[in-house]
């Protein structure tokens, strides 16, 4: 494929899941793309790898890139364990599995892809630059846009514990002294379990021991991974430069997830390129009753898994997207 000479010059800032998967969408339409990367090669961040089967609209994934599908969660709140019924299932990915997909999605459509090169100011000779750079976006920081809502997002990873026999288990927390909710997790995979904790970046390991101990789990010395979840859309009003992903905000109040979100808002960028201002406008209208939505369902769950766990009923069933 050729970009002809009335399509864009187009620089993506970040060869992560979604300046990739950007990368391939513009390709796709004939525009030139050049994605710059600061690391030397792909994948690395760390993440559950959980994605709804959605996924499959987006790009042509196959049955063997993925460990497991799994249609339930069980949620054990304060007062009552509650089985989620996730519909679309949730697909369970090893991450740096996903990235490499996409980047052979991208390099084969013809995305130029630069790695050890960080960006550290708008780069000159492109009609266009799309900051794909993660939770501490530079380009987001270069656009004067305030810093979204944090949360602290750790994994612990031990040797499999036996036979699995719930996949997926999760704590709700409400953490005392902050208006954020958070929850803790465990992942059965292929080789290993992993624990983790979504919270105030402040108290995430205090609260995770406090949970160890009530639990009786000894994890001896695990291998940790953390990252930042931004959360709260962030969009510029410029025709020239925009973001996507996590450095616009883009991730989900109940999970943190931000990979169907990220695939999304690239569908809707893609749609309406070049046009940025139609795309911000385009994406806050399907975000904001998503994230408003998401919150709401957080904070009544919470809610009545604390006081009322007699209105909560056994089985849920939900979109775990949101959509
Ligand atoms: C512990 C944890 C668990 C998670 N689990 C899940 C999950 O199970 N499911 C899910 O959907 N989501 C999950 N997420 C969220 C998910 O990982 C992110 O939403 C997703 O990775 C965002 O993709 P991205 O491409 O926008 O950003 P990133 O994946 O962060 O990629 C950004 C890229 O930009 C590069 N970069 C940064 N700055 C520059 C620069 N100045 N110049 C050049 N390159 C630069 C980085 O090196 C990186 O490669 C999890 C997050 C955490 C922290």
Redesign the pocket.
Known sequence: MTADANKERVAI???????LYLAWRLRQKGHSVVV????DKIGG???????SERIKEYMPIGDGLYQRRVESVLVHFEKKDVRIKVNPAYLVFE?RDLDNFVYNLAKGAGAEIVFN????EIPDGFDRVIG????????RRILSLSEPVFRL???YFVGNEGPAIEMIEVWPKKFDYSPKYGFIWKVQKVGETEY?I?GPKEDGAKEFEIFLDKQKVELGSPDV?????PQELKLPKSEKITL????AG??KPT????????LKAGDILADCFPDFLKYRRKARLFFLPKILKGKIAVFFSYFLGRFLPFLLPKTISVDPDLF
């Open positions: 800032i970040g060869a992560g899941i979604t300046g710059f990367e600061k690391k961040k760390p993440c559950t790898g959980l994605v991450r090169h960080e960006i550290k794909c750079d993660g939770a501490q976006s530079r380009m997002g750790t994994q983790g979504i991974k953390a990252a930042l979840i996507l992903g996590d450095s883009m991730t999970t943190g997830g931000g990979i169907v979100w990220g």
